[in-house]
């Protein structure tokens, strides 16, 4: 997060984060544990989401996400969008309906973008930042 506040046009913006948890296991929930996360994150850190997209969630992650948005403010509820179907229907849909292209997208979603963490962590640490 704290490098997405590098840009000044994110700031203004904001960013857009693209969540793809389509083998996530399923897990117990803790509604108050849930609440106490939400609430400790929400003014922590000064990113302005402008979306948010789940492509491809399990079942039980948009059942659980029906629990979480109670928590949520109304701005931020209709930011999230969940997209579940055949990966081509889900990246077309990013693409037509919301602008986010292929080359925007990780290889693991059916897109073209090669990610390298390790290499990008090294990059920032050799930068010193």
Do not use: N
Request: charged letters at 30%; glycine letters at 8%; aromatic letters at 8%.
């Amino acid at each position: 997060m704290h490098a997405v506040l590098e840009d000044e046009d994110v700031q203004k913006k904001g960013c857009v984060i693209i969540a793809h948890p389509r083998h996530a296991q399923r897990v117990q929930f803790d509604r108050k544990l849930g609440k106490l996360q939400i609430s400790s994150l929400r003014g922590c850190i000064p990113v302005r989401a402008a979306a948010f997209h789940i492509c491809h969630s399990p079942f039980f992650f948009e059942v659980l996400f029906s629990v979480m948005k109670v928590f949520l403010g109304e701005r931020l509820r209709k930011r999230v969008k969940f997209h579940s179907g055949e990966d081509e229907g889900v990246l077309q849909k990013m693409e037509h309906k919301y602008g986010i292209t292929r080359d925007k997208l990780p290889i693991e979603m059916g897109g073209e973008l090669k990610m390298d963490h390790m290499g990008w962590l090294e990059q920032r640490k050799k930068a010193g930042i």
